[in-house]
């Protein structure tokens, strides 16, 4: 029995019916997919675009604010905003002028301009830490900030959260079953143990955090302040004072990850709670859409890379920082983009429009909740909330899990795909960006309402 205590055999009839009303909808998007499986892997430029909700490929014309069209001609009101990538909207003015004036005046050059200068100041300004550094992805700055940190520490364990989400780091795909450290499933060619070098502990347990951490073997905890990608998991009060505290008393680094969590505020949950990390990392919205991620450090972790660099240099025919950075990290077009995005569209302003929307969501999701007498939770992190199939709000990777209903959630989000709504997929979480009004909200949640009643309509739904 699902923790939803909705019958699989009624959602099953309810998503057939939304699966053919999809297909009937959508014939253009249905043609490109059939031709686009003769030259994509899979249909797709990326797999996990085939793992919607959708019987066949959603095809996109075209996206700008809190919108985007098909290529049928529908427009969706966009909650998903390519899962953070497009916090702030899709294509803001701002960036869209910034993209066509860098066009003109150069992409990628190896070399920094004043962009580059003025985009780290704002950082520093903003997150609170004094020196900067530009990636491409959330995955290479966490890849980056992880050799950093086994360099200056000399230890080599990475020590994350079960359930983590820090990208398609190698290190992080591991999960804590019955207190061992075990590949995550359905992980494929992996040629060395992780469990070797990487340690997984359940969120909110300071008892198994510190014991981790006595082993006086880990590097750094790399962690995001709330959990985001295996369902939203906020931490209990006080369990991220306690992981500063207890990383200190053990000598591992902490690194904060808030590529998802920046959802809270113009500093992310590292300034609105006062986090204080040694590294802090964040991709996605970064630069507006535009490829680009960062990680910052303290004066201390600066001083301390100085001087891994100069061991590494005196002690091998390296120069101290192998296997960091690519060709177009921090391109000249990334770089603009960056500036631009921190001065004028990543504003507080633009938080002062989305949080509100968001607790106006949240709060709409528990009445429908309590409407339709269900026993689900709702969980919310600033501009993000997410419904979640259980009474209370987890409080670990392994309790999000336990609530997964996949058939349930995806035939919800084909629901709302069907009339014009996209949430983001895998699991029920929303942002709302500066472009969303509140009349998005209110259509969100009456669409939701119809559908739930329909899903309970269907004899023996319940139970």
């Given at each position: ?364 999701l528990r009445g429908l909740i309590g409407k339709h007498g269900l026993n689900w939770s709702v969980t919310e992190l600033g501009a993000r909330c997410e419904f979640q199939f259980c009474a209370t709000s987890p409080k670990t990777g392994a309790e999000a899990e336990a609530a997964f209903h996949d058939s349930l959630q995806m035939a919800l ?18 942002l709302c960006c500066p472009d969303t009004t509140a009349a998005d909200v209110d259509t969100l949640l009456a669409t939701l309402d119809e559908g739930l009643s329909e899903l309970l309509a269907i004899p023996g739904a319940r139970g």
């Open positions: 029995m699902y923790q939803s205590g909705i019958n699989d055999k009624a959602v099953e009839t309810f998503a057939a019916g939304e699966r053919e009303r999809f297909l009937q909808r959508n014939p253009k998007s249905v043609k490109l997919a059939k031709r686009a499986r003769k030259s994509l892997f899979g249909g797709v430029p990326m797999h996990w675009m085939s793992d919607w909700s959708m019987p066949s490929s959603l095809f996109v014309s075209h996206a700008k604010g809190a919108r985007f069209h098909d290529v049928d001609g529908h427009a969706y009101i966009d909650f998903c905003l390519g899962d953070t990538g497009s916090m702030f909207g899709h294509s803001p003015d701002p960036i869209a002028k910034a993209i066509a004036e860098q066009g003109a005046n150069g992409l990628t050059t190896m070399l920094p301009g004043e962009d580059a200068i003025i985009a780290g100041e704002l950082l520093a300004e903003r997150f609170g830490l004094p020196f900067w550094q530009v990636a491409t992805t959330a995955t290479d700055a966490n890849r980056f900030v992880i050799r950093w940190a086994r360099a200056i520490t000399n230890r080599k364990v990475l020590l994350v959260f079960d359930g983590c989400y820090h990208g398609t780091v190698d290190d992080v795909m591991v999960r804590c079953k019955e207190g061992r450290t075990v590949h995550r499933g359905g992980l494929i060619g992996q040629a060395r143990n992780l469990a070797k070098t990487s340690r997984a502990v359940p969120f909110n347990d300071v008892a198994a955090l510190q014991a981790a951490l006595a082993q006086g073997d880990v590097a750094a905890i790399l962690c995001e302040p709330a959990m985001t990608n295996i369902g939203m998991v906020l931490p209990e009060p006080g369990f991220m004072d306690k992981v500063r505290e207890l990383s200190k008393q053990y000598g591992s680094l902490l690194i904060i990850d808030e590529t998802h969590t920046i959802s809270t505020g113009p500093g992310g949950c590292t300034r609105a709670w006062n986090l204080k990390p040694d590294f802090i990392t964040l991709g996605k919205p970064i630069a507006g859409g535009v490829p680009c991620s960062v990680y910052g450090c303290s004066h201390e972790m600066a001083q301390a890379m100085r001087l891994a660099q100069q061991h590494a240099s005196e002690t091998s025919s390296g120069h101290g920082h192998s296997g960091m950075g690519t060709t177009l990290s921090a391109n000249a077009l990334a770089m603009h983009c960056m500036r631009v995005n921190l001065e004028q569209v990543m504003t507080p302003a633009a938080y002062e429009h989305m949080l509100p929307l968001a607790a106006r969501l949240a709060a709409g989000h084909l629901y709302l795909i069907n009339r014009g709504i996209l949430i983001t997929p895998f699991h029920n979480m929303t």
